[in-house]
């Protein structure tokens, strides 16, 4: 969508109740009922979520390379693709907002035409995993690779990386799991009680987390720091951590190796 338009009828903000009465349970999906009250549930259920966005732009705009490609790989309701197009500089840069969920990329489109920076933002409704990369400079994964089959996640990023010219980066958030089963306990119940300060119910939060149990695999520090450098990431660093909620800047070095 190059030419923004402005929708008459902009998408309302809703609570999220989806699990607050008792339910069949079922895999997590992003569908139209989670699409709808996205914004609210992301923002209850993620510590940190509310500075997150804010520093992509600040990232962003460190970042960003004249004439490059911005990628923002799960987009939802474009959010993090949002805060990339404010920190961007340059005019000749061209961002992309990738997501699978139909039902995300038609809420997004609303969302990137009621936004007055005029930067024209491409949305692809496809699977990241097929989404063509090149020359980039800032690519994000904000809470999306966590949901991407674990096998497939050392392709992906090494795609990544090949694609990020020296000197760009990559901006992974993710929650985490930790070394020790002590650790792991403590940081849940952490991220529990966030849940609660935020108004969610015991029974929202179980039922929340026995959906989300199959398809949001979360790794530890290590394995997410030695994965992205194998994929040819140069440095990786830890730039916000709240409870099991963490942003990694995974950079390319501006000389590249010529061994
Ligand atoms: C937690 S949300 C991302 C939030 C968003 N980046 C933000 O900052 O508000 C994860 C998103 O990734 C998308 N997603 C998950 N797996 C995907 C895949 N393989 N290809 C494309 N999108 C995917 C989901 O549809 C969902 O919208
Ligand atoms: O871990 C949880 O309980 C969450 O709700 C986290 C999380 C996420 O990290 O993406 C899971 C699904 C929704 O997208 C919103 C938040």
Redesign the pocket.
């Known amino acids: 969508m190059n030419k923004p338009r402005k929708p008459s009828v902009p998408p309302e903000q809703v609570t999220d109740r989806l699990f607050a009465t008792e339910r069949r349970p079922e895999d997590f999906r992003?569908d139209a009922s989670v699409a709808r009250v996205f914004p609210d549930m992301?923002r209850r259920s993620v510590p940190g979520y509310t500075t997150i966005?804010p520093m992509i732009e600040v990232i962003t705009e460190q970042y960003a390379q004249p004439g490059s490609h911005c990628y923002d790989l799960?987009?939802?309701?474009g959010?993090?693709t949002l805060a990339m197009r404010h920190g961007i500089p340059h005019r000749d840069c061209i961002l992309v907002g990738?997501?699978?969920?139909e039902a995300?990329i038609e809420r997004c489109e609303h969302y990137i035409a009621l936004d007055d920076n005029n930067l024209p933002v491409t949305l692809r409704c496809e699977?990241?995993?097929d989404t063509e990369l090149s020359s980039a400079s800032v690519t994000t994964l904000?809470?999306?690779l966590q949901?991407?089959d674990p096998d497939q996640r050392a392709g992906l990023l090494t795609r990544i990386a090949k694609a990020t010219r020296p000197g760009g980066v990559l901006i992974l958030s993710e929650k985490i799991r930790f070394e020790t089963e002590s650790e792991q306990a403590i940081q849940t119940r952490l991220h529990h009680e966030f849940k609660r300060a935020n108004g969610y119910s015991d029974l929202e939060i179980s039922q929340k987390r026995t959906a989300i149990e199959q398809v949001l695999i979360p790794e530890t520090l290590a394995a997410h720091k030695e994965r992205l450098q194998a994929a040819g990431f140069d440095q990786v660093l830890i730039w916000y951590q709240c409870f099991n909620f963490v942003s990694m800047l995974a950079i390319k070095a501006n000389t590249p190796d010529t061994d």
């Open positions: 992003f992301i966005i799960g987009c939802s309701l959010a993090s990738v997501d699978n969920s995300m699977d990241i995993l904000n809470f999306t949901f991407v």
